[in-house]
């Protein structure tokens, strides 16, 4: 009796306790579900569900689709992750009592064409809610009236979920209610479909329709690059060998195309030239630049050399630059150098590197397509916006490239500034469509391509050991210390002038000059500047910058900022005269004593 009475207390026990935990796990009180399909099949979904917290709760899951896009959601503070089968909203706020959230997203894509019928099929449930459902109701507005009965199956009860549910039909619109004495268990799933005649739904500007087909071409150009890459090309990129003195047989001006295959830059060779003795340049007051010659160019310098020098000098011992000769061999020197060092630098039985950038921007470019495929909306026009949007990303995508070797080249600054953007909107670009991962290997890509040919193709011997020379010299200028400066100094009053050219064909040029900010410098023997004389490295760095922007055709920024003080309206310049009128007469009088005017003659 005493075991009886025992067994009886603990199955109570047992009840209760359920009870209790039954109590207080939330429950949702009504899910609205409302969903705007349209004549594409792109789908709207809003999902408005009251739960009741009976303690409080801190996390939440509502689970949507996985293709959803554009996903919102009001009433409470959220998260999103993606889980093989569908998305969660996580609800991280602390939440009790009775909350209603609100959870609204885009579908792309429901209907399915094949034959003579359309099929629509739609989840309406996912089999992740952790709590169970009353009062549910349901509405679907199609684009056209239809004849055919929609089927609804259910997780637990399959096909026979029609005989909990009020189905109506009206005027192309499926309303369906769950039973007032019936409830969805948690863990319910649900789904619709419907049979329609082909041609209810307009598929032939289906967003998304060319997925599958780029995402093929994507990775064939992909692995197309990889091979060709492997079998033509196969570059070891570049390592910095130790050196502290130039690398002999490199001028500055022929740096950019012996380190990155760039042009090379004739403004550089002047002002090497100069360096050396061969000639002095000099600058008026107005900004007028002239070629001095000093001595002639013989057989110590390459042969291209002496031609450009000449070429020069043609008319005289004075060159302006800007004039007839000067353009002359500013035009020939990129083809000469190119030449000279074509086939010692480069292996000319390589493969072309700009084939391999090519098909690494045109698999972006494939990528970008299926983006837009999908984002773009499915509309008559759509293609008219597509293809532009294509083309673009493809140049964005070249954009990315060009942060890999951003060190090497004129305007790093600027340069990396415009990758990382368009590096962002790419990423941007990916997420919004549901291809991040993809994205992130077209990225990859690109910035892999960028870093293995920023220094050019596949090199011969001595132009890999010239290379790694530079490289090397260029982390010496940027790697040396006070003391080191200091005693260069002492043993060549003009080392800065003389390696100012390499430390800028090197992109260092400002990092070296601020090296020697508290150094005095001898005055600069190769160029004669008619104004204030400068004794520090950073006042000459920018008064070289200047230089190089005249040797170059570019506009003196000095003089724009002389010219826009000249171009102040005429009140202003007035003001400014005045204003100096009567300071200059406030000091007079100041200087003046009483008694004065009597002793003046």
Known sequence: MRRCFNLIAALIF???LATTAFADAPAATRLYTDCNVEQDGACT????????FPSPTEDFCIPIAPSARNIRCTGAAFRISSEPDCKM???TEPLSGQKTITVSYRLAETVTGGGTTQEFKLNLLYPFWNCPISGYEVMIRLPGKFE?????FSGYHGDLIDNYLNI????G??????NEKQTLQDREAMSVQLSLPDGFFDLRFLAGKTLRIDRLVFFALLLLSAAYWFFFLRNIPLLPRRQAMPPEGGNPGEIPFILTNQD?????????????GYLTIHRSRKGRLSLLRQIDMGNERKHYEGELFRTLFSRGDQCEVGSAEYLKAQRLAVEKARKFWAGKIYDLK??????LRALVVIAGGVLCLACFDVLVASKSWRWFMILPLTVLGGAVCRLVQNFGGVLLRRHFFRTGLIALLALGSLLFLGKSAGLTSLMLLNLAAQLLTGLLLRCGGRRTRSGFALGAELLGYRRYLLNASHDQLRANLQADPQFFYRVLPYADALQVGTLFANSFDHLRLEECDWLQWEGKELRTAPAFLARYRRLMAGLRGERDPGIRRRNNRAQAPVSTRVVRRDRRRSTDEHSRNRRTRPGDERRRP
């Not at 979904?45 to 009741?52: A, H, K």
């Not at 055919?148 to 609804?152: D, K, L, R, V, W």
């Not at 390589?350 to 084939?355: F, I, R, V």
């Open 148 to 152: 055919t009965m929609p089927a609804f």
């Open 14 to 16: 047992l009840v209760l």
């Open 168 to 171: 109506s039909i009206n005027d």
């Open 350 to 355: 390589a493969g072309p590197t700009g084939l």
């Open 173 to 178: 619109t499926i309303h369906a209610v769950l």
């Open 89 to 91: 909203i996580h609800l």
């Open 264 to 276: 090379p830059d004739f403004s550089m060779m002047v002002i090497h030239w100069a360096a050396l």
């Open 45 to 52: 979904v809003t999902l408005d569900v009251t739960i009741e």
